[in-house]
């Protein structure tokens, strides 16, 4: 169950997250620096009262997720690219996530309509009570449907508070996953197409500024426990990005002690591009209710 407070948050979240995405088109320009544009939509969901919930996820061509520029990334929007945005907003640690895939000039806009297929399909499948592994059953056929290939180990997941990944995966793809959609839960749906030549899974590439704490039991040494408290405080158990941290030095050391982790680039195995369509749903005793 949800209280009243905590379902007005669900859904304020979605407005910021649905109303970011909905304008976002007009932030793309050719030659824009992708730590600008991650910054301006990070700033954007705070304009509006939320936090990022995750830093903004900019993922170009093969780069299926987890990448958001570095403190003094260089990187520029090239036309000619398919591009990924992944924003996620919470307020009071409840969280909702959406991404969307744009066409800057690619050759691939039928494989966004695609990703956008998929994901209505299964949304406007889902019950409660539904099973979890007939979501990727229709995603998985829709996605074949049209001759491309789901990405088969990158999933949707439920979502708790103060967590993007709260344990439960939707997969994209057919596979004897148990469980169903449960009332009064957040899940994200989240599928991933690719060309049918390519391999369809994703592979870990370099680091990609995004940290998270995993221990949630803080270092002996008091400076570093400062630090530590003051991170958790700020984001617990939330992703946060590497340039958002002044302390690199404390941030590295806590890494080295496995206290945080940083993630990697998570990258389409065989080089094709990826397009990528999510929203985010809260079920309630009787209603699943999209709310991004
Ligand atoms: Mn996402
Ligand atoms: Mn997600």
Redesign the pocket.
């Known amino acids: 169950m949800f209280t009243e407070e905590e379902i007005d948050c669900i859904i304020n979240a979605g407005k910021i997250v649905r109303n970011l995405l909905s304008r976002i088109k007009s932030f793309i320009k050719e030659n824009i620096s992708l730590l600008e544009l991650s910054e301006k939509i990070e700033n954007e969901i705070r304009n509006y009262n939320g936090e990022p919930a995750f830093p903004c996820n900019i993922g170009i061509d093969e780069v299926a997720a987890h990448y958001t520029p570095s403190i003094n990334d260089n990187k520029r929007l090239a036309y000619g690219c398919l591009l990924k945005i ?1 924003i ?1 907003a919470h307020i009071n640690g409840f969280i909702a ?3 969307i895939t744009i066409s800057f000039g690619s050759e691939y806009e039928e494989m966004i309509e695609v990703a956008k297929e998929a994901l209505d399909k299964a949304l406007s499948s889902i019950s409660i009570g539904e099973k979890i592994s007939n979501i990727g059953e229709i995603i998985e056929k829709t996605i074949k449907s049209y001759g491309y290939k789901p990405i088969s180990n990158l999933t ?2 439920k ?1 708790s508070r103060y967590m ?2 709260a344990g439960v995966s939707i997969p994209n793809v057919i596979s004897n996953t148990y469980g169903r959609i449960e009332p009064w839960s957040l899940y ?1 749906i ?1 599928p991933f197409v690719t060309l049918s030549k390519a391999k369809g899974e994703v592979i870990n590439g370099p680091l990609g500024n995004i940290l998270q704490i995993i221990k949630i039991k803080g270092p002996k040494d008091p400076k570093l426990k400062d630090f530590f408290d003051f991170l958790f405080k700020k984001y617990k158990t939330l992703p946060f990005a590497r340039r958002w941290i002044e302390n690199q030095e404390y941030l590295d050391i806590l890494k080295k002690d496995k206290l945080i982790y940083e993630y990697p680039v998570l990258i389409e195995a065989s080089g094709f591009p990826v397009a990528q369509a ?1 929203h ?1 749903i809260l079920t309630t005793d009787k209603e699943v209710i999209v709310i991004t």
């Open positions: 992944d996620g996530d959406a991404a949707g997941h979502i993007i990944h994200a989240e999510e985010t």
